[in-house]
């Protein structure tokens, strides 16, 4: 029986991938301005914006349910835009022992790719696989992505 696993989903946005990757980074806090309904708040709970090891705390809605998930940086990569959020705290927990979300944005064209990795380890057979995490993920590109375009 396998518990771990790992997901991965591209899209394509319009925003330039330093954009994409700098608000995640340096302002996660304006995603809830970028998606209200899908992120209710997002505070600095612990370190500086953009640091790893920094603690960042979410308050979202998942299919109509409301959720937190506390998350440290566990890694920047400026030079390949990539963040590594690892959930140490939060509803995610209930259903999986370990959770990381890597987020990756490269420039393809007049567009950006956008590169979101999910690494899980279940905490039981009956538990699924973070499908409609991810989904989520990819939804809220789209408004993240119309946000950019705005500012």
């Not at 790992?6 to 319009?14: D, I, P, S, Y």
């Not at 612990?46 to 506390?70: A, C, F, L, M, Q």
């Not at 420039?107 to 999910?118: M, N, Q």
């Amino acid at each position: 029986m396998v518990l771990a696993g790992k997901l991965q989903a591209e899209t394509l946005v319009r925003a330039p991938a330093e954009k994409f990757h700098e608000i995640y980074m340096h302002r996660p806090h304006h995603i809830s301005k970028a998606s209200p309904e899908k992120i209710q708040k997002c505070h600095l709970h612990e370190g500086d914006w953009g640091s790893p090891g920094s603690i960042i705390e979410w308050n979202y809605v998942i299919h109509g349910s409301n959720r937190t998930s506390k998350q440290v940086v566990e890694a920047i990569d400026v030079k390949n835009k990539s963040i590594t959020f690892k959930v140490i705290e939060g509803d995610i927990l209930k259903e999986y022992k370990s959770f990381k979300i890597v987020l990756q944005t490269l420039p393809k064209g007049d567009f950006t790719l956008v590169r979101w990795i999910i690494e899980y380890e279940k905490l039981n057979e009956d538990s699924h696989a973070p499908i409609k995490e991810l989904e989520y993920l990819i939804h809220l590109n789209d408004h993240v992505d119309d946000h950019l375009g705005q500012a």
